[in-house]
């Protein structure tokens, strides 16, 4: 069983910064593309953020220029940096895989975007 942790968010006011994490168990991350994902209240869950395993980015339009999405697959680790915080980033923030089929979905980490 693959488990997947995240964590880093917090509230944060509009036009700041936060940086996620994922620790995620085995070296999953060296040969899957893997993304960020999140979930507003009442919303669907949806893709932010994603990386192949050769390291190539691909990022929604409503966050791309603001966020970066990278991997250290030594720690088997997958990271966001989010810059220039909106209150419409408010969600919970999730890691798995971007591939045909998820790993079990971890607790997420909430990340409030509010003056």
């Known amino acids: 069983q693959v488990q997947l942790v995240e964590s880093g968010g917090g509230l944060v006011q509009p036009g700041g910064s936060l940086r996620l994490s994922c620790a995620a168990s085995?070296?999953?991350?060296?040969?899957?593309?893997m993304g960020w994902y999140r979930q507003a209240p009442g919303k669907e869950r949806g893709l932010v953020a994603s990386?192949?395993?050769?390291?190539?980015?691909d990022y929604a339009d409503s966050v791309r220029g603001r966020f970066t999405i990278s991997r250290d697959n030594a720690k088997n680790t997958l990271y966001l940096q989010m810059n220039s915080l909106k209150p419409e980033d408010t969600a919970v923030y999730y890691c798995?895989?971007?591939?045909?089929?998820?790993?079990?979905w971890g607790q997420g980490t909430q990340v409030t975007v509010s003056s």
């Open positions: 085995g070296s999953i991350l060296s040969t899957d593309a």
């Open positions: 990386i192949t395993s050769t390291g190539t980015t």
């Open positions: 798995n895989t971007h591939l045909p089929i998820f790993f079990s």
